[in-house]
C-alpha cells in the first residue's frame, strides 16, 4: 500500500520517521522535510518500514558514494552534512533525557570541515579477486571501487593486493602526522615474503607488513599468530603534540583531527592542576598522556597488555614520568589507586563502564568525572545509575564518524 507522508523526525540508526494517522512509519533513506510517497515493506504491530517510491519535496541529498545505498560502511550519507550534525544532537538529547532521566545541556556536536577520508584504520574482507565491503546486515561482499570515508592509499593498497594474494581479510592503518602505512594480511596459512616485498616497493612508506594466521571460521578477524613479514609490528603517530607508538593489535582512535578535539574537550572539562587523575580503559595511553603534564599524577588502567607495554613505551618516548600504568580491568584495579584521587576519566568500549566501576566513584566520592563515550545508549544508562549523586553539567557530542550514524560524546558529572 502507498502512503504519502512528511519526515519529522529519526530513528537512532538515522531512518525518517514520518506518520499516517499517527501511526508511525520508519522510511529509509529519507530526512527532515522530505515529503515522500512511500511503499510499506514490512508491517509490525505498532510501526512500519517503508522504502521511498517518489519525492514530493527533498531536503536530503544525493549521496556521493554510489555504493553507498548497497555497502554497509556509512548510513546517513543521504543527508547533508549540517543535517547530519542536527541528528546526532538530537539523538543524544532524546537518549540521554529519556535512560539517563536528566534534563542537563545537550551542547550542538562538533563537526569536521572536511568530513571524508577520516578513518585511518580500514578492514576489507576478500574473497579471491573481490575485495569490498559487507553490504548492509549480510556477509555479502559489496565490490567497492572507491570508499570516501577510506583513507585513499590504504584503499589503493586493498585494490592492489586483489588477485596477488590469497587472503581473507586486509587490516591497513596509517599515520596522521605522517605517511606511515602499516599492513596486516590475515591469512589461513603463512605467507611468503615476497608479497611484503612488491608491496613496499609499490609504496614505499609502508613501514610494516605483519602476517597474521586466521585459521578459524569464527567472525572474529585476527588470529592468534602473527609474523612480521617486513619492518617492525609498529608505526608511530602524533596526537596533540605526543607521539605514539602503534602496533596491530593497539586501540586506536580512527579519526585523529577529531579525536584531537575529543580530548580538548575531556581536557578541558576539569581543572587538573595539582589532581591526581585517573584515565581508565586507557588504550595505548593517549588520554593520560595528553593530559600528564597539566595534573599532578595520572594512573592509567587497561585490559590489553599489548596496550600497555604500548602506554609504557608511549610515556617513555615523550618524557612523561608523572604516569603509571595498571594492567586489568577498570572495575577491579581502580579499587587500589583510588584513595587520594580527585578526577576520573573514562572511556570504556561500547557497553560502557558497568556497575562495580561506578560504585567505587559513588563509594570513594570522586568529584568530577568526565565520561567519554561512543555509545550514547550505555552512557545514559551509566549516567542513570550516578544520578541520586552526581549532577550532569553538559554533553558535548563529537563527530568521529561522519556519514554513519555513531556519535562520541563527552560528559561531565560533578558530586552533588
Ligand atoms: C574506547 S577504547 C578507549 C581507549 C583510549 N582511551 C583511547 O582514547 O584511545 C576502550 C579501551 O578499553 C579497553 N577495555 C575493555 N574492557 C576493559 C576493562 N574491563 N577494563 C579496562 N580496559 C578495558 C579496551 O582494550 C580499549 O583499549
Redesign the pocket.
Known sequence: MKHILEIIDYTYDGLGIGKVDGFPIFVSYAGVGDVVEVEITKMKKNLAFAKVMKFYEKKSVKPICKDFYQCGGCHIMHLPYEEQLRFKTNHVANTVKRIGKVDTEIRDTLGMKTPYHYRNKLIMPYDGALAGLYKKGTHDIVDVKDCYILNEQAFQITQFLRGKVDIRNVLIRNAYKNDSIMVVLISKESLQREIAEQLVSEYPNIVSVINNINDQNTNVILGKNSTVLYGEDEYEDELLGNRYKINHR????VNIPQ?EI??KEAIQAVDLKDKVVV??????????LSFAKDAEYVYG????PD?IIAANENAKLNGIDNISFIE??????IQSIIEGVDVV?T?????GC?EP?LQSLIDNRIKEVVY?S?NVSTLARDIEYLNEYYSVEYVQPVDMFPHTYHVECVAKLIWK
Not at 584515565?279 to 593520560?288: L, N, S
Not at 586489568?328 to 584495579?333: A, I, V
Not at 572511556?347 to 557497553?351: H, I, L
Request: aromatic share 14%.
Open positions: 593497539s586501540f586506536y582512535q579525536t575529543l580530548y584515565d581508565a580503559y586507557c588504550g595505548i595511553g593517549t588520554i593520560g588502567i587497561e585490559i590489553n596496550s586489568g580491568k577498570s572495575e577491579e584495579k576519566i572511556d570504556p568500549p561500547r557497553k558497568g566501576f567519554v561512543c
